[in-house]
């Protein structure tokens, strides 16, 4: 009965695998976003769009800068755009005098609406015969004054003034000389691997070229070149693992059992293990990210597992029980690595979820695949290394019959209370998000050269303003000037904000009906335009003037002028609305936090601190939740075996996981979440051993050459993942090599102690 239900979930998977295979074509998405190994952290809805939609934006933007002699930086710059327009997955983004006149020709409507406070006062201190008389000098009068809309549509100068007033000087203006920035956006695949891949040969080929023919020296900045340089450095890894692994293991497979057909199992497991995780990832999540990968190459040590033992027991004459105590026991070793990947899940990292995901389907698959077709592998015997293998197991067991069991348990007991002791220690952590990201130096110089030059904020600081409509937005923004004007430390020009481009709507009411003295048909205009012997010139501004009444401008009119030239600083649903004030650089932002605190919808935001607390915050639940683990699979061994001394099983990973505190103390390293999580694998594998031990203890010596043989295979696998250049992956690696070589020396001590274990 229970081969059979096997046997059609096996087929109803591999029917599954080849419907996935033809819905997808061979189209995968790949992706490398490393905004995947962040967690996320405590927004609500409208909160988590904004920032979402922000750190998309800044994903998608690539800032070029040129530095040279001038006649060459142009050239460059001419060479290079007119290069990349032909870039399908490219858009460049015009310079800076562009966006500006781009910016001035879209206001003119709402030109009426937009005063600064000084214009305001200025403008209600003055008379009508005042502002016509200083108009007339200035026309006839070598001034300063610099017009951005003509004198028809702007007397006075006064928008001129205004759009001046917040437009910043152009920043490389005493810098012309020497440098020239170029800003591009990917407009698709900006983290597909394949797409990412070709466009970041091509760039680097391009910019090469150019900067040798030019004589400039061209930096580089962009999260698009780091997920670039991560998604080369994986694939490094995936080959590293997979090729390591594989030969590894088919030479261990052909030392051991003497035959090519001892081979046949543990490739289809793999294979179709491997395989179906792949597609399955795939589907749930729409891409699988490259990690994910790097993490399955690795599953070939575990999945091989299965086809070990089932080589050991499997075949023997004495069938009937000892099928069964394998059945079962392959069952139990599937539930508590099911148990500790699974739990992979509950973090907040995506990656962690994915892997979770890709585990735990991959593990199914490949289960399935040894317990329905492991009979069919077994026709032909195969017939195992009767020398080495043996002569291993046998020394093994001697050196732990060294000590009595009481002894080793005394032992195991003393580590897993320094474990403890360890685990409490909060310096035993390292919680950094800067510990995850680890770039060539070549390319993080690059990107702090261009930084330096073109960025006026602070990175991954901003203040946050949020409310349930536009109006209680713009309360807030008011409250947060008043703080800043009475506090000592700031000043408002320190921060920039839409809402400064974009008064609130009564405020530019007020400025509309402080132009009235201006613009009426017998107004400052009409007089002006009189005595500079112009009767009707007054009437295109003041005809303009009286049309604009209802130009209201909105931050998401502004925003939707730029489309995607902006970063999108304002969102708004239906229920909420969010805007972003930067922070400009040097500013000292140690008290922001403090200013703000009072004021209701104001947050300080500390990109940083906040993935740190979250990393935090995560490794905190992390550890619960293994404790959690622990818990539910020693109950589970109580009542799968009716008897207290099942807990020594539990026991075997428990040490394992302490040993790794130990080695993190002796050696030195600090731990973090990924090195918690992978702990979670570490309690699946011990279990494994224990059960595979326990259940099969009559052919002791045959079930530890298995569990040897596997140990080796899962060591190996490990090994080369805790070689990886990317710390997430190391710390996964690192974890698993240490935990799972103390759990191999953990089965040897209980498999001493079976004279005197439960029945």
């Given at each position: 009965m229970?081969l059979?239900?096997a046997?059609?979930a096996?087929?109803v998977?591999?029917?599954?695998?080849?419907?996935?295979l033809?819905?997808?074509g061979l189209?995968?998405n790949?992706?490398?976003?490393?905004?995947d190994?962040?967690?996320r952290t405590?927004?609500?809805?409208?909160?988590?769009?904004?920032?979402?939609?922000?750190?998309?934006?800044?994903?998608?933007r690539?800032?070029?800068?040129?530095?040279g002699q001038?006649?060459?930086?142009y050239?460059?710059?001419?060479?290079?755009?007119?290069?990349?327009s032909?870039?399908?997955?490219?858009?460049?983004?015009?310079d800076?005098?562009t966006?500006s006149e781009?910016l001035?020709?879209?206001?003119?409507?709402?030109?009426?609406?937009?005063?600064?406070p000084?214009?305001?006062?200025r403008?209600a201190?003055?008379?009508?015969?005042?502002?016509?008389?200083?108009?007339?000098r200035?026309?006839?009068?070598?001034?300063?004054?610099?017009?951005?809309?003509?004198?028809?549509d702007?007397?006075f100068?006064?928008?001129?003034?205004?759009l001046?007033?917040?437009?910043?000087?152009?920043?490389f203006?005493?810098?012309?000389?020497?440098?020239?920035p170029?800003?591009?956006?990917?407009?698709?695949?900006?983290?597909?691997?394949?797409?990412?891949?070709?466009?970041?040969?091509?760039?680097?080929?391009?910019?090469?070229?150019?900067a040798?023919?030019?004589?400039?020296q061209?930096?580089?900045?962009?999260?698009f070149?780091?997920?670039?340089?991560?998604?080369?450095?994986?694939?490094?890894?995936?080959?590293?693992?997979?090729?390591?692994s594989?030969?590894?293991?088919?030479?261990?497979?052909?030392?051991?059992?003497?035959?090519v057909?001892?081979?046949?199992l543990?490739?289809?497991?793999?294979?179709?293990?491997?395989?179906?995780a792949?597609l399955?990832?795939?589907?749930v999540f729409?891409?699988i990210?490259?990690l994910?990968?790097?993490?399955?190459?690795?599953?070939?040590?575990?999945?091989?597992?299965?086809?070990?033992?089932?080589f050991?027991?499997?075949?023997?004459?004495s069938?009937p029980?000892?099928?069964?105590?394998?059945?079962?026991?392959l069952?139990?070793?599937?539930?508590?690595s099911?148990?500790?990947?699974a739990?992979l899940?509950?973090s907040?990292?995506?990656?962690?979820?994915?892997?979770?995901?890709?585990?735990?389907?991959g593990?199914?698959?490949?289960?399935?695949?040894?317990?329905?077709?492991?009979d069919?592998?077994?026709?032909?015997?195969?017939h195992?290394e009767?020398?080495?293998?043996p002569?291993?197991?046998?020394g093994?067991?001697?050196?732990?019959?060294?000590?009595?069991?009481?002894?080793?348990?005394?032992?195991?007991?003393?580590v897993?209370?320094?474990?403890?002791l360890l685990?409490?220690r909060?310096d035993?952590y390292?919680?950094?998000p800067r510990v995850?990201?680890?770039?060539?130096?070549?390319?993080?110089?690059?990107?702090?050269?261009?930084?330096?030059?073109?960025?006026?904020?602070?990175?991954?600081?901003?203040?946050?303003?949020?409310?349930?409509t536009?109006?209680?937005?713009?309360?807030?923004y008011?409250?947060?000037?008043?703080?800043?004007h009475?506090?000592?430390?700031?000043?408002?020009?320190?921060?920039?904000?839409?809402l400064?481009?974009?008064?609130?709507?009564?405020?530019?009411?007020?400025?509309y009906?402080?132009?009235?003295?201006?613009y009426?048909?017998?107004?400052?205009?009409?007089?002006?335009?009189?005595r500079?012997?112009?009767?009707?010139g007054?009437a295109?501004?003041?005809?303009a003037?009286?049309?604009a009444?209802e130009?209201?401008l909105?931050?998401a009119?502004?925003?939707?002028?730029?489309?995607?030239?902006?970063?999108p600083?304002w969102?708004?649903?239906?229920?909420h609305?969010?805007?972003?004030?930067?922070i400009?650089?040097?500013?000292?932002?140690?008290?922001l936090?403090?200013?703000?605190?009072p004021?209701?919808?104001?947050e300080?935001?500390n990109?940083?601190?906040?993935?740190?607390?979250a990393?935090q915050?995560?490794?905190?639940?992390?550890?619960?939740?293994?404790?959690?683990?622990?818990?539910f699979?020693?109950?589970?061994?109580?009542l799968?075996?009716?008897?207290w001394?099942?807990?020594?099983?539990?026991?075997?990973?428990?040490?394992?996981?302490a040993m790794?505190?130990?080695?993190?103390?002796?050696?030195?390293?600090?731990?973090?979440?990924?090195?918690v999580?992978?702990?979670?694998?570490?309690?699946?594998?011990?279990?494994?051993?224990a059960?595979?031990?326990?259940?099969?203890?009559q052919?002791?010596?045959?079930?530890?050459?298995?569990?040897?043989?596997s140990?080796?295979?899962?060591l190996?696998?490990?090994?080369?993942?805790?070689?990886?250049?990317?710390?997430?992956?190391a710390?996964?690696?690192?974890?698993l090599?240490?935990?799972?070589?103390?759990?191999?020396?953990?089965?040897?001590?209980?498999?001493?102690?079976?004279s005197?274990?439960?029945?």
């Amino acid at each position: 009965m229970f081969l059979t239900s096997a046997r059609l979930a096996f087929l109803v998977l591999i029917t599954a695998s080849i419907w996935l295979l033809i819905q997808t074509g061979l189209d995968w998405n790949i992706d490398t976003d490393l905004a995947d190994l962040s967690p996320r952290t405590q927004q609500n809805a409208a909160t988590k769009a904004a920032t979402d939609a922000l750190r998309e934006n800044i994903e998608q933007r690539i800032v070029l800068l040129l530095q040279g002699q001038e006649d060459n930086l142009y050239a460059a710059d001419t060479t290079l755009r007119n290069a990349l327009s032909d870039y399908p997955n490219l858009r460049v983004i015009p310079d800076s005098d562009t966006l500006s006149e781009k910016l001035i020709t879209q206001l003119k409507p709402f030109r009426f609406h937009l005063l600064t406070p000084d214009q305001r006062a200025r403008l209600a201190a003055q008379s009508i015969e005042s502002v016509v008389a200083g108009a007339e000098r200035a026309l006839y009068s070598n001034t300063d004054l610099v017009r951005l809309y003509p004198f028809h549509d702007d007397p006075f100068g006064l928008h001129s003034q205004t759009l001046l007033s917040l437009i910043d000087a152009d920043k490389f203006d005493d810098e012309a000389l020497t440098a020239l920035p170029l800003q591009l956006a990917i407009t698709r695949g900006a983290l597909d691997m394949r797409a990412q891949q070709a466009l970041n040969q091509s760039l680097d080929q391009l910019l090469t070229d150019v900067a040798e023919r030019n004589q400039v020296q061209i930096d580089r900045s962009g999260v698009f070149f780091f997920a670039a340089d991560a998604a080369s450095r994986s694939k490094q890894d995936i080959t590293l693992i997979t090729t390591g692994s594989t030969i590894g293991v088919v030479l261990l497979l052909l030392l051991v059992f003497r035959s090519v057909s001892a081979l046949i199992l543990p490739v289809i497991s793999v294979l179709f293990g491997v395989g179906f995780a792949f597609l399955f990832t795939h589907t749930v999540f729409g891409k699988i990210h490259v990690l994910t990968i790097v993490f399955g190459a690795s599953l070939i040590g575990i999945v091989i597992d299965y086809s070990l033992h089932y080589f050991y027991h499997g075949a023997r004459e004495s069938a009937p029980s000892e099928k069964r105590a394998l059945i079962r026991a392959l069952g139990l070793s599937l539930a508590t690595s099911l148990i500790g990947y699974a739990a992979l899940g509950f973090s907040s990292v995506m990656a962690l979820q994915k892997v979770a995901v890709f585990s735990c389907a991959g593990l199914v698959m490949a289960w399935l695949s040894v317990v329905c077709l492991g009979d069919l592998a077994l026709r032909r015997p195969i017939h195992t290394e009767k020398r080495v293998l043996p002569s291993v197991v046998t020394g093994c067991l001697r050196m732990v019959q060294v000590l009595s069991g009481r002894q080793w348990a005394g032992i195991a007991l003393i580590v897993i209370l320094l474990g403890v002791l360890l685990a409490l220690r909060p310096d035993t952590y390292a919680d950094s998000p800067r510990v995850f990201f680890t770039p060539p130096p070549a390319l993080l110089d690059s990107e702090r050269r261009v930084a330096a030059a073109t960025s006026d904020y602070e990175p991954g600081r901003y203040l946050l303003l949020h409310g349930e409509t536009t109006e209680q937005v713009y309360r807030h923004y008011a409250q947060l000037v008043s703080r800043i004007h009475a506090s000592a430390s700031y000043q408002l020009d320190q921060f920039t904000s839409l809402l400064t481009w974009v008064p609130a709507p009564e405020t530019q009411a007020k400025n509309y009906a402080a132009l009235a003295p201006m613009y009426d048909n017998e107004g400052a205009a009409a007089l002006l335009f009189k005595r500079l012997g112009q009767t009707n010139g007054a009437a295109t501004i003041t005809h303009a003037y009286q049309q604009a009444a209802e130009n209201i401008l909105t931050p998401a009119r502004l925003m939707a002028m730029f489309d995607s030239q902006l970063p999108p600083l304002w969102h708004q649903d239906s229920s909420h609305t969010v805007t972003f004030v930067l922070i400009h650089k040097g500013v000292d932002t140690t008290g922001l936090e403090a200013l703000v605190a009072p004021l209701s919808g104001v947050e300080y935001v500390n990109s940083l601190e906040r993935t740190e607390a979250a990393l935090q915050q995560q490794r905190l639940s992390a550890l619960r939740l293994l404790i959690l683990a622990y818990v539910f699979i020693a109950l589970l061994m109580l009542l799968r075996f009716r008897h207290w001394r099942a807990l020594w099983l539990v026991v075997i990973p428990a040490a394992a996981t302490a040993m790794l505190y130990l080695a993190s103390a002796v050696l030195g390293f600090a731990l973090n979440l990924f090195h918690v999580m992978a702990l979670f694998l570490v309690l699946g594998f011990g279990m494994d051993y224990a059960i595979f031990v326990h259940e099969l203890k009559q052919h002791a010596r045959i079930t530890l050459q298995a569990i040897l043989l596997s140990a080796v295979t899962s060591l190996l696998s490990f090994g080369l993942l805790g070689l990886s250049s990317i710390t997430v992956v190391a710390s996964f690696g690192v974890t698993l090599l240490i935990g799972n070589l103390f759990n191999l020396c953990g089965a040897l001590v209980y498999a001493r102690t079976q004279s005197t274990a439960i029945a």
